[in-house]
């Protein structure tokens, strides 16, 4: 005899939809009921690890620094190169110019200011959108400057009814680098 049991736990039997498990009656033989215990798992049953990671997650990956020309050992150009990425599991489908990345000067004293912005459309699974600012950079300034890049999106993205450009996760859009970053770069010349 066969008999129906409501389970609500993650396992063989749940169906998940768009990471949600939805409860299911399923028929369990009354043999087998015995092992089953409500609210667990099977022993030796592993959940994948991204099983919770968010669908769409647009991220400030990272601020890529680079001295570009040097005119001595202490001054020079340096590259800021943004690199926006989705690390979610879902392509971000989007109007253009909905998002932009932009990318601040914060100098003590002076306030902040944009100085490089990037407009951006779609972006698929690890796809990346990149863009650099240059500046001529002086490692003996007392007060150097910190840069902050962050995702800006428009204020009506989550009701524009596309699910498809929703960022899930606000807390990995922003990234700051500090002047003392770019200071430690190798800005002594080689003598090889």
């Known amino acids: 005899m066969n008999t129906t049991v409501k389970l609500i736990t993650a396992s063989v039997a749940?169906?998940?939809?768009?990471?949600?498990?939805?409860?299911?009656?399923?028929?369990?033989?009354?043999?087998?009921?015995?092992?089953?215990?409500?609210?667990?798992?099977?022993?030796?049953?592993?959940?994948?690890?991204?099983l919770f990671k968010k669908d769409i997650d647009l991220?400030?990956?990272?601020?890529?620094?680079?001295?570009?020309?040097?005119?001595d050992?202490?001054?020079?150009?340096?590259?800021?190169?943004?690199?926006?990425?989705?690390?979610?599991?879902r392509n971000y489908t989007t109007g253009a110019e909905q998002q932009v990345a932009i990318l601040y000067e914060n100098t003590p004293g002076a306030g902040s200011r944009a100085v490089a912005t990037k407009a951006f459309?779609?972006?698929a699974v690890n796809g990346t959108v990149k863009f650099s600012y240059y500046k001529d950079w002086q490692t003996s300034d007392e007060f150097p400057p910190t840069y902050t890049a962050v995702?800006?999106?428009?204020?009506?993205?989550?009701?524009?009814?596309?699910?498809?450009?929703?960022?899930?996760?606000?807390?990995?859009n922003k990234k700051t680098?500090?002047?003392?970053?770019?200071?430690?770069?190798p800005w002594t010349k080689s003598t090889k």
């Open 14 to 50: 749940g169906i998940f939809f768009s990471g949600i498990l939805l409860a299911q009656d399923i028929k369990v033989p009354s043999k087998i009921q015995k092992n089953l215990t409500p609210n667990q798992l099977p022993k030796n049953t592993e959940i994948p690890k991204d």
């Open 59 to 71: 991220a400030v990956e990272k601020i890529n620094l680079s001295i570009v020309s040097r005119k």
């Open 73 to 89: 050992n202490y001054r020079g150009r340096v590259k800021m190169e943004v690199v926006v990425k989705n690390v979610g599991r």
């Open 121 to 123: 459309g779609n972006v």
């Open 151 to 172: 995702i800006v999106f428009d204020p009506d993205i989550y009701i524009d009814g596309n699910d498809n450009n929703d960022d899930s996760n606000a807390s990995n």
């Open 177 to 185: 680098v500090e002047g003392a970053q770019i200071n430690s770069l």
